[in-house]
């Protein structure tokens, strides 16, 4: 017996050793490629040109897009909706803001129009965790007893729950909007749709209101506490946690810059976009941004195959596939000078 084994002479010595196969023993067949130049060459220029093509494709169409954009954040005098800027959350008197705007050509549809907030940062670690995804599909025990990360929002003072709760839905964006197409000296209303605004796993799948027996919702939230920023309990908020404006606000946003949809324009006379004319904008201006230094924007913009605008994929397509296609002439000039040489000589 070794020296330090101290296992019984009965007991099995159990090997350690890999089964005899081909797998185990690393005896499988391979394939190893010699790279020349005949094969690489090519790839570099091929990849090359096709990533350029690619992103001049996607350039050009990001390009045709049509944006329009409207700050009403109000910071210095004379800007719209300046009277509103100080204004603060659940303020009893609503501050309204009404501003014009010209179309000089028909904005073509079916046309976007979003609410953009820039330097607040969703992407902070404290703030994203700060919610309850078990609440939000509808567990009723999550409803009574939020989850740890939504403090300092899981309950109130009271020790009632919040629901919602935490610092993401407590910050929602509450802007209201309303636009207006003056029709030969009437102003009529623009029909803003809210269906569809949500991504369909997220309406569908991730959220979704309490069911206990035959009882309402305002029955089912009794108990539950409305959020500090809420003007309203969430029973009161049109379809509950299934709301589209409450979802698209949920899925926080990576960058402090950010846009989110509020509304499409696709009904009654502007199916086919928006026609040229006077509109007027009516906010009901709620959602204070002084104390982060933010500001607010309303943007429309049209849409392509690839979606909204964003010139970054096709630029960021157009340098890769240019450095590929430079490699691959330092490559070739390379191989052309020294194809001769043995390698001794280099």
Not at 319 to 346: A, E, H, P, R, W
Request: glycine share 8%; aromatic share 18%.
């Amino acid at each position: 017996m070794a020296a330090g084994d101290f296992r019984s002479n009965k007991e099995p010595v159990t090997s350690q050793r890999p089964d005899n196969t081909a797998f185990t023993q690393q005896r499988l067949p391979a394939w190893q490629p010699l790279l020349s130049a005949s094969i690489v060459l090519p790839f570099f220029f091929i990849a090359g040109l096709s990533f350029i093509g690619i992103g001049i494709g996607l350039l050009y169409s990001s390009k045709s897009i049509t944006e329009r954009e409207f700050d009403y954040t109000g910071v210095q005098p004379g800007d719209r909706c300046y009277d509103c800027f100080n204004v603060t959350y659940n303020a009893t008197v609503p501050c309204l803001c009404n501003f014009t705007f010209n179309l000089t050509d028909t904005f073509q549809g079916p046309v976007f129009m979003y609410y953009e907030l820039s330097n607040f940062f969703q992407n902070h670690y404290r703030y994203m965790i700060s919610r309850d995804d078990k609440q939000l599909s509808g567990y009723i025990d999550s409803i009574k007893s939020p989850a740890n990360e939504c403090y300092p929002y899981q309950y109130d003072k009271s020790k009632v729950p919040y629901a919602p709760c935490g610092a993401i839905a407590n910050s929602m964006f509450n802007d209201f909007f309303k636009l207006y197409y003056n029709d030969n000296g009437t102003y009529s209303e623009v029909p803003l749709t809210k269906n569809g605004i949500a991504w369909w796993t997220d309406y569908n799948i991730k959220f979704r209101n309490p069911i206990q027996g035959n009882e309402s919702l305002s029955a089912i939230f009794n108990g539950t506490a409305k959020l500090p920023n809420w003007a309203v309990p969430v029973y009161r908020l049109s379809d509950g946690f299934t709301n589209e404006d409450f979802i698209v606000w949920m899925r926080s946003a990576a960058l402090p810059n950010f846009r989110k949809l509020y509304s499409r324009i696709e009904e009654g006379n502007y199916t086919s976009g928006l026609p040229p004319g006077q509109y007027m904008f009516q906010i009901d201006y709620k959602y204070p941004v002084l104390s982060f230094g933010g500001r607010k924007k309303i943007v429309f913009s049209s849409v392509s195959w690839m979606g909204g605008k964003n010139p970054f994929l096709g630029i960021a397509y157009i340098v890769f596939g240019s450095l590929s296609f430079f490699c691959g002439i330092i490559m070739l000039i390379v191989y052309i000078k020294y194809q001769d040489k043995t390698n001794d000589d280099i």
